[in-house]
């Protein structure tokens, strides 16, 4: 046996013939240098990561406020009218130039004969001094109650039984209160002294020939004159207009459903007003009644004027004037330590919020519950932690677990 099987292998050696390969060991090579080069093109052609800018959860002060135009103006003026009929001397004065209240004369009007000796004129003159003269009684019955009110809040508050807002409130509550007695009393005073020019009249203090004079009743400025040149005027002739620039309240047209959320006393800052800083005020009424106003796209609104009393000092609004634009926030709610997230993040996913998270390179899908929201920023109450990262304005190009690559971060 073993001497056939060696005399065998030296028999096919002896002939030259080798043995055959195997059909499809060749193609192995082949094979594997395709799949190589499949497996790089794959890598190189799948989808890199999505560039996208990112921004932080944050905790820092946070403001939920109310953006609207608003309108300078004063809030007392005084329209100086003719008491008499007769010839008006021709007014010099000029928008502008200031006058002092008992001082400054306005105008001079020379009466025609017997026109103060009008019974009908007199009558209308006393009747206008005893409205004044209600007016100025029902304000100081509303002054005294504010003060009252605000003494009793302040020993509520020194006994722990009322926050400082209730405070402020009625604080603020006796100071409009006295502001109001004071427009009273100067209403008064211009009420008596047109009906003592009939008094004076029928008495005979006021010759034939002598002029009445109008003098300015409160200091401050001419706001317009209306009637400069000499002419005859009749009782009740517009002729000009006084009062104090730095006395400015500002008038605010908000939407109706907006106006719900406002209350007196809530502080407002007032932007773009021509100077360098901000300026403060705080509402001081909100007008019961609605009025309908067409906005710049052609659509009905229903708007509530709002109004605001300027606390910052005359000396930080020089030049500001009467029905000059600003731009009114009124600061609705505010918190020195909020959780926070840029408005950018946010999406709607069904009812609820949602933001893309990066985690691990990659985003995430979370579902968040907000709380108060101001221009460029939104509570979060559920959803985030402090310090994660989120993905701005994600669109239809992010969606779960999807690579990403930030590019830039927003503060």
């Known amino acids: 046996m073993q001497m056939q099987v060696i005399m065998g292998r030296s028999s096919d050696e002896s002939e030259g013939r080798v043995p055959k390969r195997q059909p499809g060991r060749r193609w192995i090579p082949t094979l594997l240098v395709a799949g190589t080069v499949l497996v790089l093109l794959a890598w190189g052609l799948r989808p890199g990561p999505e560039p996208v800018e990112v921004g932080k959860v944050v905790r820092?002060?946070?403001e939920a406020t109310l953006r609207e135009e608003g309108k300078t103006r004063l809030k007392e003026r005084y329209l100086i009218s003719a008491p008499v009929a007769g010839r008006l001397r021709r007014?010099?004065?000029?928008?502008?130039?200031?006058?002092?209240?008992?001082?400054?004369?306005?105008?001079?009007?020379?009466?025609?004969?017997?026109?103060?000796?009008?019974?009908?004129a007199r009558a209308m003159a006393e009747a206008r001094r005893d409205a004044a003269r209600a007016e100025r009684d029902r304000a100081r019955a509303a002054w005294d109650w504010a003060r009252a009110e605000a003494r009793r809040v302040q020993s509520l508050?020194?006994?722990?039984?009322?926050?400082?807002?209730?405070l402020d409130a009625a604080v603020w509550r006796e100071k409009d209160a006295a502001q109001q007695l004071n427009a009273a009393e100067h209403r008064l005073r211009m009420a008596e002294a047109e009906r003592k020019l009939f008094t004076d009249a029928a008495d005979g203090a006021l010759p034939e020939g002598e002029q009445v004079e109008l003098r300015s009743p409160v200091d401050g400025q001419v706001l317009r004159v209306y009637e400069p040149s000499a002419r005859v005027v009749s009782p009740g002739t517009p002729l000009l207009e006084v009062g104090d620039p730095g006395d400015l309240?500002?008038?605010i047209e908000v939407l109706s459903q907006e106006a719900v959320r406002l209350q007196p006393g809530m502080p407002v800052r007032l932007e773009q007003w021509g100077g360098e800083t901000p300026l403060e005020a705080r509402i001081r009424r909100i007008e019961p009644s609605a009025f309908t106003k067409v906005s710049a796209l052609g659509v009905e609104e229903q708007r509530v004027r709002v109004i605001a009393d300027l606390v910052s000092p005359v000396e930080q609004r020089p030049g500001l004037g009467d029905q000059y634009r600003v731009e009114a926030v009124v600061i609705v709610w505010s918190g020195n330590d909020v959780l926070k997230v840029p408005l950018g993040a946010l999406f709607r996913r069904g009812p609820d919020w949602a933001v893309f998270v990066l985690e691990d390179g990659r985003a995430r899908l979370r579902r968040v519950v907000l709380g108060h929201r101001s221009e460029r920023e939104a509570e979060v109450r559920e959803g985030l932690r402090e310090g994660e990262t989120v993905i701005l304005y994600p669109g239809e190009r992010v969606h779960e677990n999807q690579r990403i690559r930030p590019v830039s971060i927003s503060p």
Do not use: C, N
């Open 60 to 62: 820092g002060p946070l």
């Open 249 to 251: 309240e500002v008038v």
């Open 157 to 166: 508050y020194e006994t722990g039984s009322a926050t400082p807002q209730e």
């Open 91 to 120: 007014i010099f004065l000029k928008p502008g130039d200031p006058v002092q209240a008992g001082e400054t004369v306005l105008a001079r009007i020379e009466p025609l004969p017997a026109a103060l000796l009008d019974p009908r």
